[in-house]
T-cell receptor, first 114, second 111 residues
């Protein structure tokens, strides 16, 4: 089954404790991206990657890091989480073979930073 | 910068009604748009994708239209059911990568 998976699905942590949210897709997509969703603000892009070793900032990159060492994986790293990073996070992927391709989203990771 | 507005923010209807959700955008230079469904606290389910060269797409009881000249897209839901209750999001793919989302319309269908 074609899918985007994220782990963990739920995470409660404390300020300053480094964490990684994993994202993996099995569709051989070149493009992968991370979004966060907050009440009243909607979904906003954090980082994206056009292919292996190619990453770039989205609209709200502060406090986050990403890496793309393999085509299927795109982890989101919070080096020193803060309470304002409490949010619902989504990973997405799409093929770049055409400009009209739809994006596929993972199930989301609900992060709470105390 | 592209701005996406969804009206209304919330909508309550009785079961069986046909309804229209609206999405407007400010920049017509789009590649495609997607309509998503999101259940509370859950992920995004893609409902329909309309390419910029298309006018509409249909899937079951859902029909999405795109009018680039007026900067509007609509999602039509026929014969609504309680199971349709969710938040519906429209999103535009403008530069080929990032999706620009509206804030959504929360639909409640009562039985």
């Amino acid at each position: 089954e074609a899918q985007v998976t994220q782990n963990p699905r739920y995470l409660i942590t404390v300020t300053g404790k480094k964490l990684t949210v994993t994202c993996s897709q099995n569709m051989n997509h070149e493009y992968m991206s991370w979004y966060r969703q907050d009440p009243g603000l909607g979904l906003r892009q954090i980082y994206y990657s056009m292919n292996v070793e190619v990453t770039d900032k989205g609209d709200v990159p502060e406090g986050y890091k990403v890496s793309r060492k393999e085509k299927r994986n795109f982890p989101l790293i919070l080096e020193s989480p803060s309470p304002n990073q409490t949010s619902l996070y989504f990973c997405a992927s799409r093929s770049l073979a055409g400009r009209y391709n739809e994006q596929f989203f993972g199930p989301g990771t609900r992060l709470t930073v105390l | 910068k592209q701005e996406v507005t969804q009206i209304p923010a919330a909508l309550s209807v009785p079961e069986g009604e046909n309804l229209v959700l609206n999405c407007s955008f400010t920049d017509s230079a789009i590649y495609n748009l997607q309509w998503f469904r999101q259940d509370p606290g859950k992920g995004l389910t893609s409902l329909l994708l309309i390419q910029s060269s298309q006018r509409e797409q249909t899937s079951g009881r859902l029909n999405a239209s795109l009018d680039k000249s007026s900067g509007r897209s609509t999602l039509y839901i026929a014969a609504s059911q309680p199971g349709d209750s969710a938040t519906y999001l429209c999103a535009f793919n403008q530069a080929g990568t990032a999706l620009i989302f509206g804030k959504g319309t929360t639909l409640s269908v009562s039985s």
